[in-house]
């Protein structure tokens, strides 16, 4: 890594300038080429250097609160569905939904309650942990040992509510580590005091890379948004207030625009302002804004390689971008509020999920023409600017780790 160049780097007017938080990687500047977000083999190089090599954001634990609680997800990526259960001794737990005996799909539901997993097929017993504990007729099986067929697992353990899985076992680096020093700058946030209020899934066919792209940079924001986001035609957003680099991690803190004229139904949000349009000093701060600017938003927070987690004041969102091909994505955004008291704050939460909502389906609008611009082999590769780092980041750290030069 380099030194950060200055605490300022890109004066972009007199009001309104970028830093960075951290050094900066030596990252290059040059363009992007096309096949990684087109080849077939760079895709199934990801997979097995990239997304069997980190830990992986796939639920929360309000999801599955009791013993025997649990809730399937299908892992593309993985090929492979995975079941997450909460045991009678209270421990989250990770499984390949797959029966030992001949792999049928132990849980078929997408979520519920159990007391153990019996197979649909042939009868075989599972317990929350994983065990095998009956096999009609077990004698017919020669040789049998029982410890041996119990359900393949996966790593699983949790921060802050968030459940992870890492494919191998016992990965060499532990959750904590792995999430480092960005998960450190959002520890104090209020996670447990916020209420899951809206999901938004879209399967998109572009590459896992290009769905990402488009929430970690603003530069679109100021055009594309221009009427879903109040202010957002002005270009000063484009920049980001400060950026910080943890490894393959990112974190990008938004400029809050203040000098806007507000519609009616904008001016009683900000008035009550307990979600999007807030004024910086107004909240419970743990946990944001680390590099402490002054026009502060809001913090995009980027765990390598796929999840997402966007925190404000009183309120945060997540996305997770699951391919499932070198073209194909399916994406998921998650919305949390804190509880609103007053009417006014309800209305507040509301007219920005209503907000968010709109300005995510621009956001999905640009993806598969890109895509098809980039498989057509007429644009051979991505110019990006200065406003769009944390773009190259997520590029450089995915080409190094699919290259085996992941530090
Ligand atoms: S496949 Fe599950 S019991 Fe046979
Ligand atoms: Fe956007």
Redesign the pocket.
């Known amino acids: 890594m380099n030194a950060p160049q200055s605490p300022v780097r890109f004066p972009f007017s007199p009001r309104h300038a970028m830093k960075f938080g951290t050094p900066v990687p030596d990252m290059g500047t040059g363009p992007i080429p096309a096949e990684s977000v087109t080849s077939a083999e760079y895709f199934e190089r990801e997979r097995e250097q990239v997304f069997k090599q980190a830990w992986l954001q796939v639920g929360r634990v309000e999801e599955i609160p009791n013993p025997g609680d649990y809730f399937t997800r299908e892992l593309h990526v993985f090929k492979s569905n995975i079941v997450v259960v909460r045991g009678k001794d209270g421990v989250v737990r990770a499984f390949h939904n797959m029966?030992?005996?001949?792999?049928?799909a132990?849980a078929t539901e997408p979520c519920g309650n159990t007391r153990g997993f019996t197979?649909?097929?042939?009868?075989?017993g599972f317990g929350l942990d994983g065990s095998l504990q009956a096999?009609?007729a077990i004698e017919s099986f020669p040789d049998f040992d029982k410890g041996k067929l119990g359900l393949k697992a996966l790593a699983c353990d949790t921060w802050n509510g968030f459940i992870f899985v890492h494919w191998n076992r016992q990965p060499a680096q532990s959750l904590a580590d792995f999430m480092g020093q960005l998960a450190k700058d959002m520890d104090g946030f209020p996670f447990d005091k916020c209420q899951h209020i809206a999901h938004y899934t879209a399967r998109v066919k572009a590459n896992w890379k290009l769905c990402i792209d488009a929430f970690q940079e603003a530069y679109h924001a100021t055009y594309l948004h221009r009427h879903a986001i109040p202010g957002a035609g002005d270009l000063e957003l484009a920049l980001p207030t400060s950026v910080r680099f943890y490894g393959p991690h990112r974190s990008v803190s938004c400029w809050l625009k203040t000098d806007i004229q507000p519609t009616p139904a904008e001016a009683i949000a900000y008035k009550h302002g307990s979600f999007g349009f807030v004024k910086a000093d107004q909240g419970d701060s743990r946990g944001l804004n680390p590099s402490g600017d002054e026009s502060w938003w809001f913090d995009i927070n980027v765990f390598f390689p796929n999840f997402f987690c966007d925190l404000g004041r009183g309120w945060y969102f997540t996305y997770n971008f699951w391919p499932v091909s070198e073209n194909d994505t399916i994406w998921n955004m998650n919305i949390y509020q804190v509880q609103a008291d007053t009417a006014g704050d309800r209305l507040a939460q509301e007219f920005t999920r209503i907000v968010l909502r709109d300005t995510v389906y621009e956001d999905m609008s640009t993806m598969e023409y890109s895509q098809k611009a980039f498989d057509s082999g007429v644009i051979t590769e991505q110019t990006i600017g200065d406003t769009e780092i944390a773009m190259r980041h997520q590029y450089w750290v995915a080409d190094e780790w699919v290259n085996g030069r992941r530090p």
């Open positions: 029966c030992t005996h001949r792999g049928m132990l197979c649909e097929f042939h009868g075989w096999v009609p």
